[in-house]
């Protein structure tokens, strides 16, 4: 109120600044509440100064729709990714252009059909495994256990290797990556990433140590000389190309390459399942259902990759899960020329714009009573009453998530098999808060009761 007041006596131009330093700290204090107080305003696009950029944020699936596919080529990703690239470096979620292009032609096979039904007898496999490690009655941080399976899982399917003696280190690094989100995005941090500072000296460390890890990878695969027919060799046959017209990577961009696979392959789709355990843990009735249509197409044995369609509840689940918890949970562009927008705007070159998924997931036009977990709106016939685009957890168009399919077959995959034998309480005390960095976690991870199923009596 009294900034407000304040505002109201300044001069234009101190005033549309001030407004923008306003806005940039709700922002920081409260990203997800923000973005739902600027929805409440009801208009298909938001305009408005935060810290030095113009951003637009778009609530109108038209406008979403032309920024996503339409207009591809006058936008780039957004800051956040932008900066990502300190660690990260130019792999496929942050390249542009004709990089993107070829390096999307490249990594593509690696996710066809036919190579997605081999992963899942290892996504099964991993998760059996880690299944028979749990006793009943202990307490384990969900948050952090899912990072473990789901990094064994990419690990094994695309590159070969077992990740469990090195999985702490790894997720040491993904934590203090993810923690510098909010470092990153300070409007300076161009400057201050030139200087001694904590937070960069911990960037550093970050890239280094993960740079170690890829590289081992890397280097004993190159030493083995085998083609193990997965993703890594793939990559590097690609490196190795050298004749005219062929698609080659150097050294740095299979890093890259590698690197963001790993880290896009496991930490997404680890807090997805991290969101539906708690989901469930919370909705007995849904559970029951879930537990019950596991039972009757399992019994005893182990899921196939032939049991997913069979499996549809558990899909709506993880589907109704991804729409109140998207891991993903924003999607910014950098516009680069002008774009006209179908609800009439003109979004200017160095401006940015947003898509607010979370927002988009929970708007009562296409949700009714959106708070609510009710995995009944992703029936086929449900489905089929929406818009396409009020549902992007993976986005859409040529940017969308290359992983798309092998996250929708792990995540029931595992999800079955794991509550095939075991449920999860919310241990006392545990408080359940989202914190939106570079994806939607759990602030203070997922401690949970691990309950032993027990067999169930046989029909007589
Ligand atoms: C529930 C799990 C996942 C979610 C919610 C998710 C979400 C997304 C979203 C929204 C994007 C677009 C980002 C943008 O436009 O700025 C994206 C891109 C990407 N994702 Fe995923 N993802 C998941 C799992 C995976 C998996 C399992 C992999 C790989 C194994 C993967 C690899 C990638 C890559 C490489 C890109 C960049 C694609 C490109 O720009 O061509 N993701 N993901």
Redesign the pocket.
Known sequence: MLIDAALGLLPASVKQHAQAWQNFASLRSDRLRFMERLAARGEPVVELPISLYHVYVLFDLDDIKEILVNQTRKVH?GMG?ERAKEVLGE???TAEGDA?LRQ?RLVQPAFHKQRLRGYGSAMIDCTTQYRSELQDGELRDMHTEMMRLTLRI?GRT?FDVDTSADADEIGQCLHNFVQSFNFTMLPFYPLLRHLPLPQVRRIHATRAALDRYIYRIIDERRKSGRDHGDLLSMLIAATDQESEGATTLSDTQLRDECL??LL??HE??AN?LTWTLFLLSQHPAVEQRLLGEIDSVLGDRLPTIDDLPRLSYCEQVVAES?RLY???YA?ARRVLEPIDLPSGHRLQPGSLAIVPIRVIHRLPTFYPDPERFDPERFTAEAKARRPRFAYL???HGP??????H??WM??VLVLATLLQRVQFRLAPGQVVEPDPLITLRARYGMRMRVCARRPRPQAS
Do not use: D
Request: aromatic share 6%.
């Open positions: 990703k990714l792999g496929l979620l993107h999307r990419v695309l963001t696979l896009a392959g997404t789709t997805a991804l998207p891991p993903a999607i957890p993976f986005s940017r969308n998530c290359i992983g798309e092998f996250a792990e995540a």
